[in-house]
């Protein structure tokens, strides 16, 4: 009797000591780091306390009075706040991983190889694909369609540029968008020679193509969007700016977030169209959750440089009488801005050329003047005449820029532009100067996902060959300390989340990522190597290396 006594006491015991009330202050706290907050003083800090999703607390020596349910000595590794990509097409990286890639191609036979053993493969009625860049050829004129109209006849083929502002298709793709030697579309060009169409398409006349796309399937939407979530989080991104997503889109993103099987963070900048217009902004207003903040429009202005699309005041400088073109009149632009304007959204502009950007800048201006805090942004700002960068400020007009074109593009954006020119484009340390800030972005697929070649190229102004020895514009880089702002904290600021997100502080949420080696004091020219370690999201652990 005595013995089962004790027994029924401990068990009394044990029950209290397992008192749902009597929890431990925090879930995790982590310990003998390098904490890279990333606040105002841009502190660091050794250890970080997590509870319900959210940094606890925060510093040294004061978390050692804290209880944890679990402690982890990250071995003096260095943690950063999570990626925010500022630019980029996180949907379309999905839909990229089920058509042919041709980036990388080194001539149009390759081009053409791919193809083939892409539709070997898959057997796939309609060839869709992208990535090819002319300017990566010996030729680097565009191409002729005729080798694939030969080739395949029947099957409709769509290739679209690395930039995404210029197509290739064969003759079955022409037929069937009804496009031939007498369609005329404003905002781009139908290229013909001698007459007779060669299948290149600039901008606006490509829409006629992809509205033949064949349809996708729910299912193919869905594998789309895990793909490119499992992609960014590899490379420490935990929010990511979609720069033009459709209702159908967004809405599927939602479902997905709230079913717990995304877990990505998307800023969605919604396209332009007006079904999307009518809905979220007369009907819907913004649409904000923990992980989906629905609040801008994606517009564009103008073409792409590499396409020579840019809408340029004077005539490119490689090729006569030639000046891009504005994608909209000036007209429906400003149209376009003063509803928006009325609204709560956001507008951010695709401007490259230096026409494009000052209708852009003078109309935000114009419109913005007596408004407060709208943070309307210029995507990629590209190239800017001297007196247009006084109209950026961080209240009313934001830079977003991507590195990585610069690094791109150095190679013949002068031959396209001319010396002058060249003063105000890729000026990133300008931009950033005037207005205080730059979000930064990679604007994938056009650009590789990796943001560490984003912060490479923003530095060190640098192919990853090291190219130039000096840096292309060396003057125009950004300090490290600037940069990771960029990705960070300026790029919350961007998407009005800079309260909840983009620096490790306490009330913010635990978005981090987790490297071996210091992004700020390392090598420079080792960065464009670096390995994420993990990536948590609201302090949960999304990504971990298969291997060490």
């Known amino acids: 009797m005595k013995k089962l006594t004790l027994i029924a006491l401990a068990a009394i015991l044990a029950g209290c000591n397992n008192d749902p009330e009597q929890t431990n202050d925090v879930d995790t706290i982590y310990t003998n780091a390098t904490i890279y907050t990333v606040d105002n003083e841009f502190s660091t800090a050794t250890a970080m306390a997590v509870k319900d999703g959210k940094i606890y607390a925060i510093g040294n020596e004061e978390l050692d009075s804290l209880s944890a349910n679990e402690k982890v000595d990250l071995k003096g590794q260095f943690v950063y706040p999570g990626l925010i990509d500022a630019h980029c097409h996180f949907y379309r990286l999905g839909q990229q991983t089920r058509r042919v890639d041709l980036t990388g191609t080194k001539s149009y036979q390759e081009v053409l190889n791919r193809i083939a053993e892409f539709h070997d493969r898959t057997g796939v009625d309609f060839i869709i694909g992208r990535g090819w860049d002319q300017n990566d050829w010996e030729n680097k004129e565009f191409p ?7 080739i395949y006849p029947d099957i409709p083929v769509a290739l679209t540029r690395i930039d995404g502002h210029a197509m290739i298709v064969n003759d079955a793709a022409l037929k069937l968008a009804g496009i031939d030697e007498n369609t005329v579309v404003e905002g781009g060009d139908i290229e013909k020679k001698d007459g007779k169409l060669t299948g290149i398409l600039v901008d606006n006349p490509m829409d ?3 509205a033949v796309y064949p349809e996708e399937t729910r299912e193919d939407q869905i594998n789309a969007l895990l793909a490119a979530q499992k992609e960014n989080f590899k490379y420490g991104i935990t929010t990511v700016d979609d720069a033009g997503l459709d209702r159908n889109v967004i809405e599927l993103i939602d479902s997905l977030q709230q079913a717990g099987d995304l877990k990505m963070k998307v800023y969605a900048m919604i396209s332009n169209t007006p079904e999307n217009l009518d809905h979220y902004l007369d009907e819907k207003g913004i649409v904000k959750t923990d992980r989906l903040n629905v609040r801008s429009v994606k517009f564009y202005g ?7 699309g840019a809408a340029m005041r004077e005539p490119y400088s490689d090729r006569d009488n030639h000046y891009g073109a504005l994608l909209s009149s000036p007209e429906t632009f400003k149209e376009t801005a003063e509803r928006i304007a009325r609204s709560d959204y956001q507008m951010n502009t695709h401007a490259i050329g230096d026409s494009a950007n000052t209708v852009v ?3 935000y201006r114009e419109l913005l003047n007596d408004m407060p805090d709208r943070r309307w942004r210029v995507e990629h700002a590209q190239i800017v005449t001297p007196e247009d ?15 990585t074109h610069a690094t791109s593009d150095m190679y013949w954006a002068e031959d396209r532009i001319g010396e002058e020119r060249m003063q105000g484009a890729y000026a990133f340390k300008k931009l950033m100067e005037q207005s205080g800030m730059v979000a930064l972005g990679t604007d994938y697929p056009v650009e590789q996902v990796n943001p560490f070649l984003t912060f490479y190229a923003s530095t060190a102004r640098k192919d990853t060959s090291g190219f130039p020895e000096d840096g292309f514009m060396a003057d125009q880089a950004l300090s490290r300390e600037e940069t990771l702002k960029g990705m960070t904290i300026w790029a919350a600021y961007s998407n009005f989340e800079e309260d909840e997100k983009g620096s490790l502080e306490k009330g913010k949420a635990a978005d981090f990522m987790i490297l071996d080696k210091d992004l700020i004091t390392m090598p420079i020219d080792e960065v464009p190597n670096l390995k994420v370690k993990a990536t948590y999201i609201n302090g949960e652990q999304v990504y971990q290396p298969t291997s060490s």
Do not use: H, W
């Open 361 to 363: 800048l003078k109309t």
């Open 302 to 308: 103008d073409g792409a440089l590499g396409s020579r």
């Open 144 to 150: 002729n369609n005729y080798e694939i109209s030969l």
């Open 208 to 210: 006629m193509v992809t």
């Open 389 to 403: 960068f006084e109209y950026f400020d961080s209240d009313r007009i934001l830079p977003s820029v991507q590195p």
